[in-house]
């Protein structure tokens, strides 16, 4: 695949910055995401959201950061560093989706805001909950309206659209419905779709559909595919990628990650950004 273009030794690469939560594993949440920047030449920053107690085979707990020190994450980082992108994971609760989403409209007033990936997590890979669940309404309302690009897999979809994808009418439905909550686009992944032997996206702006289809890698080991495609696609777009671009993009890199997926503790292993050190 071709990848983006690398800053010369000595010079500032591209800042991405990641508002998630932790993942005691290693295999999703902002360890994801940074092993994707690094691996794509993008200094990452962090506003650490949540800390997870997890492991491979599910999420025990997790406990949630002070608002007032997720916000003030953020506004050192942009204040200071510069970002050129960033993205969402798991926020946790409607306090804190609501004080993210007011801290970037602050931004975007102050013309200090960017490109900003929304990956709507509510639970994990396993079925555990990671988002309150009144914070659903928070997300809808408060969060999509700010985001670039939201990028929900199929039981996303479900909690946030109501609407059960099965096939490519449903899908397309689907994103209408989160295009109507208010972001510039949507991406609606088909990677949970099983019974099909490929793997369809689907992007819309509210006009044109964009299709991205890619054989379905046959591995279990897919733990952290969400957040690095969501890591991948911000990193595109601060290259100054278009967004069907960097959607594309996501997509190659993502499936090359879940053919370098590793087996990782007793349970499901993660997706794997390390491929590239191989020379490929």
């Known amino acids: 695949m071709n990848f983006l273009p690398l800053t010369p030794p000595g010079e500032t690469p591209l800042r991405v910055l990641t508002i998630a939560g932790t993942d005691s594993g290693g295999g999703a949440g902002i360890q994801a995401d940074s092993r994707t920047f690094a691996m794509l030449g993008i200094h990452g920053c962090v506003a650490v959201v949540a800390v997870t107690v997890q ?4 999420v025990k707990g997790f406990h949630e950061i002070p608002i007032d020190i997720v916000t003030g994450q953020i506004e050192a980082v942009v204040s200071d560093i510069g970002i050129q992108a960033a993205k969402t994971g798991m926020l946790a609760s409607s306090e804190i989706i609501s004080a993210v989403a007011q801290t970037w409209r602050g931004l975007v007033a102050d013309g200090t805001a960017a490109p900003l ?14 988002l309150h669940p009144s914070a659903l309404d ?3 309302s408060d969060l999509f309206p700010i985001a670039t690009l939201v990028t929900p897999n199929l039981d996303e979809v479900r909690l946030i659209a109501g609407i059960d994808v099965v096939d490519t009418a449903s899908q397309r439905d689907a994103a209408r419905a989160l295009l109507d909550l208010g972001p510039t686009w949507a991406l609606v992944k088909g990677g949970h779709l099983r019974s099909s032997s490929h793997s369809p996206d689907l992007l819309f702006d509210g006009t044109d559909f964009h299709e991205f289809d890619a054989e379905r890698i046959d591995t279990v080991h897919d733990h952290g595919a969400g957040d690095t495609l969501a890591a991948a ?15 594309a993009f996501a997509k190659a890199w993502v499936t090359e990650c879940l053919r370098a997926a ?19």
Do not use: I
């Not at 492991?55 to 599910?58: Q, T």
């Not at 990936?117 to 990671?130: E, F, I, Q, R, Y």
């Not at 696609?233 to 959607?247: I, K, N, Q």
């Not at 993660?270 to 491929?275: G, I, K, M």
């Open 55 to 58: 492991n491979s085979v599910g």
């Open 117 to 130: 990936v929304v990956d709507p997590v509510c639970a994990s890979m396993h079925g555990d909950p990671l």
């Open 138 to 140: 928070a997300m809808k």
């Open 233 to 247: 696609a911000a990193s595109a777009l601060a290259h100054g990628y278009s967004v069907p671009d960097a959607v």
């Open 262 to 280: 590793y087996p990782h503790g007793h349970g499901q292993g993660p997706v794997s950004a390390l491929f590239r050190l191989n020379g490929q």
